[in-house]
Nanobody, 126 residues
């Protein structure tokens, strides 16, 4: 079992930046491919970015390409999401998620992840 906790959310003006962190604890000896998702009020949870357990393979949703960067520091058991040029439509609860051990790459499908953090709120004002 691995536990995930997100941090770094908050209120920012449009055009600003935030860096989200996702700290893993528990069975961190296994390597997990990780993903970030988000959910705005009244909408389904959607894929934002994913990273392989080694960090060499990354993928992004089209709407964040060129603005967001996913990274990880396995020595710290932490995954990051650097968010630049934020827009009001980026307002959502952001969740990090881990795939089961044994999967190298991340995925854009929610059902491929079996551990989720509680989420962190990001609000972008216009």
């Amino acid at each position: 079992q691995v536990q995930l906790v997100e941090s770094g959310g908050g209120l920012v003006q449009a055009g600003g930046s935030l860096r989200l962190s996702c700290a893993a604890s528990g069975r961190t000896s296994s390597r997990y491919a990780m993903g970030w998702f988000r959910q705005a009020p009244g909408k389904e949870r959607e894929f934002v970015a994913a990273i392989s357990w080694g960090g060499g393979s990354k993928s992004y949703a089209e709407f964040v390409k060129g603005r967001f960067t996913i990274s990880r520091d396995n020595a710290k058991n932490t995954v990051y999401l650097q968010m630049n040029s934020l827009r009001p439509e980026d307002t959502a609860v952001y969740y990090c998620a881990a795939r089961p051990p044994g999967y190298y790459s991340g995925s854009d499908s929610r059902t491929d992840y079996d551990h989720w953090g509680p989420g962190t709120q990001v609000n972008v004002s216009s």
